[in-house]
Structure formats: structure tokens, C-alpha cells
């Protein structure tokens, strides 16, 4: 049972470049978030998808766009890395929105923008 | 919009103090969650709350949800070296708006 998994684990960027980062889960939650954890500021939601086929703007979603590509998989990316996005970048799930689902973490992408 | 604040930032304790976190909303919340998060690691689900005034106990773990459901606490006792991380507060109104965190260090 691998939970929630997210690739690549470590990624080094130049200013301007994109990428995307994958997630994907396999306990059948309905519900899927992605989130970046910065020194000092816990964690802030980006972007997340409350079911299939919806996504929805969170706190930060400047510079990201997401894609909700089945139940399993959600992705996230950068368009145009900058540097004020170096980051460790979380995604995490629950079985859907409301009381009484806490959420899973997958270990994170650390992502460097030089 | 939602504000979760959370404090201290940081707390050394020896082994075998006791600590506490508080966790502080700026609007009232349908639940809290608690998370730790172990350096380098990711953060991991410890329990969530729903009840004003409850309280739940995990073996040294008591965590408590205030009377007006805006703030919570955790305390541990008796800590550790296991018990070294991060323990974050999640306050859900619309949405799950993390605490800055706490951090426990713990000196043998």
C-alpha cells in the first residue's frame, strides 16, 4: 500500500524553465491537494481538487496550474519556474472534503530555482 | 480570510519535560487537525477534533479543542526523543489552513 507518491523527489531548475510534478495515490480519496512548505511559514495550500474533474484556486496558485488527470492523479506545474518558488512541494489526499478525514502526505518534491 | 496562528515557534525541552503547543484561529472552526512532521520528513495525520471542549488523549498525547471551537492545544508529557518534529494545527472552515508550526527539540 504506497499511499500517496511523488516524483521527483529532488529537482534543480534555471529561472524560466517548467516542469511538472507528479502525484498520485492509490487509496481511491476523492479529494487531492497540492501545497508548498516554506521556512517559517507552514504549509499553504496552491491549488486543490475537491473530486474527479474539479480544481479550484487555494491560497497561493500565482505561477502553478494543476491538472486533476483521473481519481488517482494529480499533477502541478510550473510554467515559468522563478526563483520564489524554490520550495518542498506536498501533495496529500482524503477520502473526501469534510469532518473526519484527516489528510495523507506524500514525501515531497524539493524543488531548487537558480 | 482563515488565519491559524500557532506558538511557540520553537521549544527545547530536556527529555523528560513536558511541552505544549496552542493553536490560535482568527474565525470559528467546524474541526482541528494536528499533524507532526519529522525533520525531513512529511507531516503526519495525529488526530483531529470536532466537539467544543473536547479532549482526546493518544498514550502521552492530550490534545484539547477550545469551548469556541477558535483555538487547541497539544501537550505531551514526559517527551521523548521520539517526539522530536514539528507539530503543526489544521483549522478547517471552507478549507484546511495550517498553523506556522512548532518546533521540538529535545536535549537528552
Known amino acids: 500500500n504506497a499511499g500517496v507518491t511523488q516524483t521527483p523527489k529532488f529537482q534543480v531548475l534555471k529561472t524560466g524553465q517548467s516542469m511538472t510534478l507528479q502525484c498520485a495515490q492509490d487509496?481511491?480519496?476523492?479529494?487531492m491537494y497540492w501545497y508548498r512548505q516554506d521556512p517559517g511559514m507552514g504549509l499553504r495550500l496552491i491549488y486543490y481538487?475537491?473530486?474527479?474533474?474539479?480544481?479550484d484556486k487555494g491560497e497561493v496558485p500565482n505561477g502553478y496550474n494543476v491538472s486533476r488527470l483521473n481519481k488517482r492523479e494529480f499533477s502541478l506545474r510550473l510554467e515559468s519556474a522563478a526563483p520564489s518558488q524554490t520550495s518542498v512541494y506536498f501533495c496529500?489526499?482524503?477520502?473526501?472534503?469534510?469532518?473526519?478525514?484527516?489528510?495523507?502526505f506524500g514525501s515531497g518534491t524539493r524543488l531548487t530555482v537558480v | 480570510g482563515q488565519q491559524v496562528m500557532q506558538i511557540p515557534q520553537y521549544q527545547h525541552v530536556q527529555e523528560g519535560e513536558d511541552f505544549t503547543t496552542y493553536c490560535n484561529s482568527s474565525t470559528t472552526l467546524s474541526n482541528i487537525q494536528w499533524y507532526k512532521q519529522r525533520p525531513g520528513g512529511h507531516p503526519v495525520f495525529l488526530i483531529q477534533l470536532v466537539k467544543s471542549g473536547e479532549v482526546k488523549k493518544q498514550k502521552r498525547l492530550t490534545f484539547q479543542f477550545g469551548e469556541a471551537k477558535k483555538n487547541s492545544s497539544l501537550h505531551i508529557t514526559a517527551t521523548q526523543t521520539t517526539d522530536v518534529g514539528t507539530y503543526f494545527c489544521a483549522g478547517e472552515e471552507a478549507k484546511l489552513t495550517f498553523g506556522t508550526g512548532t518546533r521540538l527539540t529535545i536535549i537528552p
Open positions: 496529500a489526499s482524503r477520502p473526501e472534503i469534510g469532518i473526519g478525514y484527516g489528510y495523507t
Open positions: 487509496m481511491n480519496h476523492n479529494s
Open positions: 481538487s475537491a473530486s474527479e474533474g474539479t480544481t
